[in-house]
């Protein structure tokens, strides 16, 4: 194995992109498609006969009508149990590990999935499993950003970070064509197959589990370095005792030996001044924040129902799908742009590129589309209103391909990077917990708003995202290409935002490993021991 100087020091080359590593971020990324599919097959359902007929009220002149309440009641509940699962995986994935964590969560999401598709006619029931379903969702949605942060090389961590993404929106994009393809069914088949499906995936995740290995960053954390240096090794496709893989043990313990300092962490530690804590996990929350806020989740949640007030001809299905394969094609350029263009200018560039689409949508639909609460069916549309449905539905489509380059992936990208091993666990937690719950919001209230102003709503999502354009350049640094122990130097340097993209990390004196077959592990701890 050839070698390098750093600063004078005769170093070891980085490690390779190794193929094992990317496999195991694409199947634990799996966890992603199960919140996209849970997602997109609610929507379908909500507009399905069968479905209303079990779940909705009579309409008085014999037929079934699921009011804005009871959707409301049954697509919010998930992002309920979400919430509460986000937050409570900070202890099972400090307790028992990544790998044992995600083993927990999955079982409890295949759970929820069951009790969905054993309802018969009770509303009480299916919200209840889409609570727990949730439940693991949430747990999930924290845990995969946290574990594929620290197993990822980083030289591809945002693109193996972005895979969680790509999961999430395969997952909505499947759904709609689930839904698309049994909508037609005349029975409760019609609903029970797309949400029955669910139990396949929870099955495929439960079964892969056994094969991964436990993230290295928390083995040694937790003080068992062999185990940790077997993965870093199989990572990394070199002996356990490679000097590859003896550096990236040193400069993890390094970070580690400096983070448990201060004793055990707390909840409140994610908030200390200490290596701008404080600022990390607000940004992280503010990130997730404004994510919940860009709009395109009110298209993916209601986009049947609010499709058909635009009049057009399409079905809201086959519109669905479009949208859905639109994000699918959004989120591949993603892959590359985070590591070329890095997170704040995706960030802003989608801000700006979203912003201009929701404000569009809004006001076109608002100009041009009949009042809200007009029943479509009994009224001829005119050509403008046919025109401007159109144009709504356009803006729409470029919306969600905007947010799957720019915002869909990349806050998660930031939140699977940015906190110290110390804490990393709560820190995800937070920001996971603030995405479910600003979801749980939007689930709930959008369609009665919807139902008041229309097209206007969007009005709202635009603001948001003029708001999340200034936050990013005044308040989100660069950390593409760091590794994670860099990103904590980053924010104690004191740089500022706009100028972090030119920051460059400070040598750290690390014991640099020559490329010596004969030197075993033990023997070079020994030399540095002699050398201290």
Request: net charge neutral; with cysteine; charged share 15%.
């Amino acid at each position: 194995m050839s070698s390098y100087a750093v600063n004078g020091v005769q170093s070891v080359p980085p490690p390779p992109i190794n193929r094992k590593a990317v496999l195991l971020a694409v199947f634990i990324a799996f966890g992603g498609f199960l919140f996209g599919y849970d997602i997109g097959v609610i929507s379908g359902c909500l507009i399905m006969p069968d479905f209303i007929q079990r779940f909705g009220e009579p309409d008085g002149s014999g037929g079934f009508v699921l009011s804005s309440a009871r959707q409301s009641i049954i697509t919010s509940l998930l992002s309920a149990g979400t919430f509460v699962g986000a937050l409570a995986q900070a202890f099972t994935s400090d307790h028992f590990g990544r790998k044992g964590s995600i083993l927990i969560w999955s079982g409890i999401f295949t759970i929820g999935v069951a009790i969905q598709t054993g309802t018969g006619d009770s509303i009480v029931q299916i919200s209840a499993g889409r609570f727990v379903a949730g439940l693991g969702v949430g747990a999930l949605s924290a845990i995969v950003p946290l574990y594929n942060g620290e197993t990822a090389p980083k030289r591809i961590r945002g693109a193996m970070l972005v895979l969680y993404q790509l999961q999430v929106i395969m997952g909505i994009f499947i759904s709609y064509i689930i839904d698309l393809g049994t909508h037609t069914i005349k029975n409760s088949a019609s609903w029970r197959i797309p949400v029955g499906l669910q139990l396949l995936w929870g099955l495929i995740l439960l079964s892969g589990i056994f094969f991964l290995p436990e993230s290295p960053r928390h083995l040694l954390y937790k003080g068992r370095e062999d185990e940790a240096r077997n993965v870093l090794g199989g990572l990394n496709s070199v002996p356990h005792d490679d000097p590859i893989v003896l550096d990236l043990i040193e400069e993890l313990q390094v970070g580690i030996l400096a983070e448990n300092e201060g004793g055990k962490a707390t909840w409140l530690e994610c908030f200390s001044t200490r290596n701008q804590l404080w600022k990390r996990t607000i940004n992280g929350m503010m990130l997730m924040f404004v994510q919940q806020l860009n709009g395109q989740n009110f298209y993916y949640y209601y986009g049947d129902t609010f499709f058909e007030s635009a009049g057009t001809t399409l079905s809201p299905y086959v519109i669905q799908t479009i949208l859905g394969a639109v994000s699918v094609v959004g989120t591949f350029p993603a892959l590359y742009l985070i590591e070329t263009w890095g997170r704040r200018k995706s960030l802003l560039t989608g801000a700006l590129m979203e912003g201009i689409c929701a404000l569009i949508a809004g006001v076109v639909g608002h100009v041009f589309l009949p009042p809200p609460g007009t029943d479509i069916s009994s009224i001829t549309l005119t050509s403008k209103n046919k025109q401007g449905g159109d144009v709504m539905i356009a803006f729409a489509v470029m919306h969600v391909f905007s947010y799957s380059i720019f915002w869909g992936p990349t806050p998660w990208v930031y939140l699977g990077e940015s906190f110290p091993l110390r804490v990393r666990a709560k820190s995800i937690a937070l920001g996971s917990a603030m995405n479910w719950i600003w979801n749980f919001l939007l689930s709930f209230f959008s369609p009665r708003i919807a139902a008041d102003i229309g097209p206007l709503i969007l009005l709202i999502f635009a603001g948001m995202l003029a708001f999340g354009y200034v936050y990013v350049y005044l308040f989100i640094p660069e950390v593409k290409g760091l590794s994670l122990e860099e990103v904590d130097e980053l924010y104690r340097s004191g740089v500022r935002p706009w100028k972090s993209s030119k920051w460059r990390p400070t040598d750290k004196n690390l014991q640099h490993h020559k490329a010596d077959a004969s030197t075993t592990g033990d023997e070079i701890r020994e030399e540095k021991g002699k050398e201290a």
